[in-house]
């Protein structure tokens, strides 16, 4: 077996989890920062919150069930203590911050160069839109391969029963990013319109 494959694949947890961590200093600290108008200051938690869901995904994704992390903790200190959450606690859970943002300041398009790159509601619901198909996909939909996946409590962390209703979920929201993409004026639209 290739070290360097399993050791990169560790890095990658790691810089994921250190990510979050990131996420979770600024959310822990914004409200202390009076050079910040209340508008910033909630577009950025915003973005926080998105931010710290992405992360949390791309874990999910690559590693299946993660322990969901929503303070300063290290990886190390993660590891060590925390349990993995199952698959459906970790979609709930990045599908709720995800929804938070997007009602609470995240903006819907992006006007100025500096902030080119930075999240948008279009972006985070395709994210969206992506969990839900991958949940509703036989991989994760009631795939018995992973029957014997569980905590040390016995907690199994995959379900064993598949759901259709997954599809309909996973339709539901590439028809929103669709929809966006129909009504969100672009950053071109805009300046064009000054």
């Given at each position: 077996?290739?070290?360097?494959?399993?050791?990169?694949?560790?890095?990658?947890?790691?810089?994921?989890?250190?990510?979050i961590r990131?996420c979770?200093?600024?959310l822990?600290?914004?409200?202390?920062?009076?050079?910040?108008?209340?508008?910033?200051?909630?577009?950025?938690?915003?973005?926080?919150?998105f931010?710290?869901?992405?992360?949390?995904y791309?874990?999910?994704?690559?590693?299946?069930?993660?322990?969901?992390v929503?303070?300063?903790?290290?990886?190390?200190?993660?590891?060590?203590?925390?349990?993995?959450?199952?698959?459906?606690?970790?979609?709930?859970?990045?599908?709720?911050?995800?929804?938070?943002?997007?009602?609470?300041?995240?903006?819907?398009?992006?006007?100025?160069?500096?902030?080119?790159?930075?999240?948008?509601?279009?972006?985070?619901?395709?994210?969206?839109?992506?969990?839900?198909?991958?949940?509703?996909?036989?991989?994760?939909?009631?795939?018995?391969?992973?029957?014997?996946?569980?905590n040390?409590?016995?907690?199994?962390?995959?379900?064993?029963?598949?759901d259709?209703?997954?599809w309909?979920?996973?339709?539901?929201?590439?028809?929103?990013?669709?929809?966006?993409?129909?009504?969100?004026?672009?950053?071109r639209?805009?300046?064009r319109?000054?």
């Amino acid at each position: 077996r290739d070290r360097s494959v399993s050791r990169g694949l560790g890095d990658v947890y790691k810089r994921q989890y250190q990510a979050i961590r990131h996420c979770n200093l600024f959310l822990e600290n914004v409200d202390k920062c009076a050079e910040l108008g209340e508008i910033d200051r909630r577009t950025m938690r915003a973005e926080a919150r998105f931010m710290r869901a992405y992360y949390h995904y791309l874990l999910l994704r690559l590693y299946g069930p993660i322990p969901i992390v929503e303070t300063s903790r290290s990886a190390d200190q993660i590891g060590a203590s925390q349990a993995r959450n199952t698959l459906g606690e970790c979609v709930r859970w990045i599908n709720g911050e995800i929804d938070w943002a997007c009602e609470n300041g995240m903006p819907a398009a992006r006007d100025e160069k500096f902030t080119l790159g930075l999240p948008t509601i279009g972006a985070a619901r395709a994210i969206q839109s992506r969990m839900l198909l991958m949940v509703a996909s036989p991989l994760f939909n009631g795939n018995s391969a992973y029957k014997n996946w569980t905590n040390h409590d016995g907690t199994v962390l995959m379900p064993q029963t598949y759901d259709k209703e997954l599809w309909k979920d996973a339709a539901d929201a590439a028809k929103t990013v669709i929809c966006l993409l129909y009504t969100s004026p672009s950053p071109r639209d805009t300046e064009r319109s000054r």
